[in-house]
């Protein structure tokens, strides 16, 4: 009875512990993407308005309440720069393999109000992140590298959505 009163208090105060110390699931409680309201109304011009980046930017600027219209609806117009990836070797192994990578991925971004005006200049947003490299599994690595550069794909749309939060915060 004791172990079992022990472990739920241990279990109930697990949350209570995370919260006091600033931990937060990741994009909860990002004050900086919040935008005007003049701000929420945008258009979307991108070279590949299919491609992943693309749809990434799009669902997570409309998670926030911005309205994708037509550029003649739209107060603001994001013009979206295509994502560029890179690879690079950081180190080797014993055998001369490559041992560990660093993966790259750049995004260029402006901003233009309803009048052709620039209202944030073409703005470079970079993600980089290192990777262990196992040459036994290529296969593995080959998904794991998808997987990553999916997670670096919303990082740039989140560095895009809190530059834009932040211009529309501070001069609006």
Known sequence: MHRRLVSYT?????????????????????????LPDDWKNMHLVTSNPNGEFSREVETRFA????????????????????ERFSQRNLSLNAEARVAEFELTMTARFSVLDADNQVIIAATEVAVVRQMENDPRNVVGKAEETRIIKSEMRGDLARQIMRRIGFFASSNG
């Not at 105060?13 to 409680?29: E, H, I, M, T």
């Not at 998670?63 to 295509?82: F, K, M, P, S, V």
């Open 63 to 82: 998670a926030q309440g911005i309205q994708w219209n037509t550029w003649e609806d739209a107060n603001y117009r994001l013009d979206l720069g295509a």
């Open 10 to 34: 241990l279990l109930l105060s697990l949350p209570l512990v995370l919260s006091a110390c600033g931990f937060q699931l990741r994009g909860v409680g990002d004050n900086a993407t919040t």
